[in-house]
């Protein structure tokens, strides 16, 4: 299976157009901690109601820490139909790294 990647250049301009929906994969207390502004946490207990709730042909952006599980996720999400999901090269880190914005807490 091809995965596809975005680097976060393109990323941002996603998130800025508003044109993506960002899932965060990496685990609650990192998410709390600082997440992309209006990313959704994504994990055993959220992901059936993302996959119900959500378009799959929308675009999703899925990131972790460094840009090596979203791989996995972003196929998963491929698998149950999501035609435009990509993994966000570098992760969370190249995203803080950056000076990209970020958001504390559960709140998006």
């Known amino acids: 299976m091809n995965i ?4 976060i250049t393109r990323a ?10 960002f899932v965060d994969v990496r685990d609650s ?3 709390q901690e ?3 502004p209006g990313a959704l946490h994504l994990d055993n207990s959220t992901v059936q109601s993302f996959l119900d709730d959500t378009d799959k042909d929308s675009t999703v952006v899925v990131y972790c820490y460094h840009g090596n599980a979203s791989m996995g996720a972003t ?12 993994s966000m090269s ?6 803080s790294d950056a000076g990209l914005e970020s958001r504390a807490g559960t709140s998006t």
């Open 75 to 86: 196929g998963f999400l491929q698998e149950q139909g999501f035609t435009a999901a990509s």
């Open 12 to 21: 941002h301009s996603l998130l800025t157009e508003g044109s993506a929906t």
């Open 4 to 7: 596809p990647e975005i680097d």
């Open 34 to 36: 600082a997440h992309i």
């Open 90 to 95: 570098g992760g969370f880190v190249a995203w």
């Open 29 to 31: 207390a990192s998410y």
